[in-house]
C-alpha cells in the first residue's frame, strides 16, 4: 500500500508584515497570545473566556481572535477593531 502524503503548507512571513505587527503589538504579545492559545483547554477555542483572563493586554475578544487567525491562517487584520465587536461566529478547533 502506498503511504498517503500529507502536503507540508508553509506560510512565508515578509518584513514588511513583521513589521506592520510590531507597530501594533508588542513582540512579547504576540508570543503570549500564541501561548495562551496553545495552552487553552478544550476542544474549541472560547475567545471571550481568553480575553478575560489573558495577560496580554487584549481586551477585546474579536481583537484576539482575528490576531490569532492572522498569524495562524494569514487571514487579513483591519486597521481597527470595535470596543463592542463579538469574536465571528465560526469556531476553531485546536488539533
Not at 506592520?20 to 513582540?27: G, S, V
Request: proline share 3%; charged share 25%; hydrophobic share 35%.
Amino acid at each position: 500500500m502506498e503511504k498517503s502524503k500529507r502536503k507540508n503548507k508553509k506560510g512565508v512571513i515578509s518584513e514588511e508584515d513583521i513589521s506592520t505587527l510590531l507597530q501594533r503589538y508588542t513582540a512579547t504579545t504576540i508570543l503570549v497570545l500564541l501561548q495562551e492559545v496553545a495552552q487553552f483547554d478544550g476542544v474549541k477555542i472560547d475567545w471571550n473566556a481568553l480575553a478575560k483572563k489573558t495577560t496580554t493586554g487584549i481586551s477585546n475578544a474579536r481583537e484576539f481572535q482575528v490576531l490569532w487567525r492572522h498569524l495562524s491562517y494569514r487571514h487579513m487584520l483591519p486597521e481597527k477593531f470595535d470596543d463592542g465587536a463579538h469574536p465571528l461566529v465560526c469556531s476553531t478547533s485546536l488539533p
